[in-house]
């Protein structure tokens, strides 16, 4: 399989197309996310992707910066990585981490898709997420255009906030919320804007959580 971006694109991800080269227009899961530190959270979204989604592959992006938080907070880049690989490799085959916004230049989720669509036009993306970005989804660089672009998952996560479904991105695209779960197989090649809740039993984790966690350990030792 040849592309004319492929010097720009990593090879984790040229070896993912590979695997399923002899399919046409793959469904991949995009999980987005600063992964610091990746946790079994991201896992089960994956495991649960794959699963109910009938994905090929997820791919998750580790992104060098979020928009919308302190770089201060973050581990190395390469520290973060290698953590991710190595819960990847434990959870899936079919699971394989990048820093591809780092190699395409880009910072916004939307700028991540719109090239992604450029350089692998064949291919049918999926974005994934769990319900607390959902409903901080409103903050997002030109985030009406993600759920225009591409069908989007949602895995509901333990949360005491109000509601995720009453947050303006669920508001704005009620109308576009694929209702049957159990028919979710078909978000990939549905016509955007679709997207789908999964009302899943996510573990009550996050990587701001186990980075507190680590903090108060580093404080008392």
């Known amino acids: ?3 004319s971006h492929a010097p720009q694109v ?3 991800i040229l070896k993912s197309l590979r695997k399923f080269h002899g399919r046409r227009g793959c469904k991949i899961g995009l999980l987005g996310g600063s992964f610091n530190p990746p946790h ?3 896992a089960v979204i994956s495991l649960l992707a794959l699963r109910r989604l009938g994905l090929d592959a997820v791919w998750w992006l580790v992104t060098p910066q979020n928009p919308l938080k ?3 907070i973050y581990a190395p880049l390469a520290t973060r990585l290698a953590a991710a690989r190595e819960l990847a ?9 990048t820093d591809l916004e780092q190699g395409l230049a880009t910072r916004y989720t939307i700028d991540t898709v719109k090239k992604l669509q450029k350089i692998f036009p064949r291919q ?23 759920f225009a672009r591409v069908p989007v998952a949602v895995f509901a996560r333990p949360s005491r906030r109000p509601n995720i479904l009453n947050g303006l991105a669920a508001q704005r695209f009620a109308r576009a919320r694929h209702c049957r779960e159990d028919r979710a197989a078909i978000l990939a090649t549905a016509r955007t804007p679709k997207w789908v809740y999964f009302h899943t039993r996510l573990m009550p984790i996050s990587s701001t959580a186990l980075r507190q966690t680590r903090q108060s350990r580093r404080e008392i030792t």
């Open 1 to 3: 399989m040849k592309h």
């Open 10 to 12: 990593p090879a984790l």
């Open 40 to 42: 079994a959270g991201h």
């Open 70 to 72: 302190s770089a201060a």
């Open 89 to 97: 490799q434990r959870t899936h085959p079919h699971i394989f981490v």
């Open 124 to 146: 049918k993306f999926v974005w994934l997420m769990g319900g607390d970005n959902l409903r901080q989804m409103r903050h997002w660089q030109n985030w009406p255009e993600i």
